[in-house]
């Protein structure tokens, strides 16, 4: 089924990348073969010669991601942290970059710990629209924002940081991590990012059973680049797994919007209970930068992440995660169902104290990812265990 460029989000997600077989199938097959024929050397029967460098699950998955990002291109890769390895990988040896300061964990060590192999340096800044001029070089090559930002929920207007970039140097490249949103929530190519990264394992996928990661772009040289890196590097997913990432795609716009409506209620509640020293989510008109979430996200939506500090430090912080009954105390987001982790001593346990409370990262931090169970079951959950740890 071909889809428009003016058809509406829910019905690219369920059409776009879905093609039939010979027998008519509805949904395609999961096509194992590693390898396929050829007529005469060189000439393969279809479009595919190996499953490394293509796949028909892949590639429905992938079209079906580019058509939800409005981009021309887009690629699958073995797991989000793949994504930004074959991203950075890109970039010429002795380049630097400029990232938003508190990028997702695996970034910060990948571009830290492991694209500095190569001579990839990077800058972090907590604010890179008042500080990018300042901060990019000569040899600054990428530029990297991830909005809202994990796990303080901080957003970055991308407009004007890409329209910034250009002023400087249209060479530089903008890529937009938009794991926190989905493309469901907001399309940063819109906005002037030449690239847009998610981890698929979380929303895209949405369902906690595939690591994926997948990217999009309208530039044609680009993608022929990162394409040649996703053959030659080789870390790509499975036929299966793209298969089930495709499926979970199409309930996408279901999944999100269910999710952010519930995790507003949540929000507003938290902000007003008394056991609750701060709230960040991008829904609430009290978040510092909601004038950017009204022109960046869908409907104003604040997505279906929410952080908060609770009174009593980090006691009450363990007791509240270890006491609810619905949200489960574990890492990752973006499923189906309702999840909650404590980051100072999970997710950002690595990162040392000082430099974790300066972003916001507090002992008492909890952080909830909101699935799309009854909100009123959610909050009841939440109410109790709130009480639990007050006694
Ligand atoms: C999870 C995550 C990643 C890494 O993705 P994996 O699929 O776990 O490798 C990157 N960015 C963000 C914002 C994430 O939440």
């Known amino acids: 089924m071909a889809v428009s460029s003016s058809d509406k989000f829910a019905t690219k997600a369920i059409h776009a990348g879905a093609h039939t077989d010979v027998h008519g199938s509805v949904i395609e097959p999961i096509s194992l073969s590693t390898t396929f024929k050829q007529h005469a050397p060189a000439q393969p029967v279809g479009q595919y ?26 690629l699958a890769f073995s797991s989000g942290s793949a994504t930004t390895a074959v991203i950075l990988q890109s970039l010429p040896q002795g380049s630097h970059a400029v990232s938003i300061g508190d990028v997702y964990g695996g970034t910060h060590r990948y571009f830290t710990k492991v694209a500095n192999a190569h001579g990839v340096e990077t800058t972090f800044t907590n604010d890179l629209v008042k500080e990018l001029p300042q901060l990019v070089q000569k040899n600054t090559k990428l530029v990297w924002i991830e909005s809202p930002t994990n796990p303080t929920l901080k957003v970055t207007d991308i407009a004007l940081v890409s329209e910034t970039v ?6 530089i490249l903008v890529v937009v991590d938009n794991t926190f949103l989905s493309p469901y929530l907001s399309n940063p190519l819109n906005f002037g990012a030449d690239v847009v990264v998610h981890s698929a394992t979380k929303y895209i996928n949405g369902h906690s059973d595939v690591v994926m990661g997948v990217l999009a772009t309208n530039n044609e040289s680009l993608h022929q680049k990162l394409q040649f890196l996703q053959n030659a590097i080789g870390a790509i997913p499975s036929p ?15 999944r999100v919007r269910q999710a952010c409506l519930s995790a507003a209620k949540i929000a507003e509640f938290l902000a007003n209970s008394s056991a609750v020293e701060s709230v960040n989510y991008p829904g609430l008109p009290t978040h510092p930068n909601y004038d950017v979430v009204k022109k960046q996200h869908r409907d104003a939506l604040g997505g279906g992440m929410i952080s908060f500090r609770i009174k009593g430090g980090a006691e009450a912080a363990a007791k509240f995660s270890s006491t609810t009954r619905l949200f489960t105390l574990a890492e990752s987001l973006g499923g189906i169902e309702s999840l909650l982790e404590v980051p100072a001593v999970m997710t950002h346990g690595g990162i040392p104290q000082a430099q974790r409370e300066a972003s916001g990262v507090f002992d008492n931090l909890i952080r909830l990812s909101v699935g799309i169970e009854d909100v009123d079951d959610l909050l009841d959950d939440i109410k109790s265990a709130i009480e639990k740890v007050a006694v």
């Open 166 to 171: 250009r002023k400087i140097d249209p060479e």
């Open 240 to 254: 299966f797994d793209a298969w089930l990432a495709h499926r979970g795609l199409k309930t996408l716009h279901l």
């Open 49 to 74: 010669e190996y499953s490394r460098s293509q796949n028909p699950n892949r590639k429905n998955l992938e079209d079906a991601v580019a058509a939800l990002e409005n981009a021309k291109y887009g």
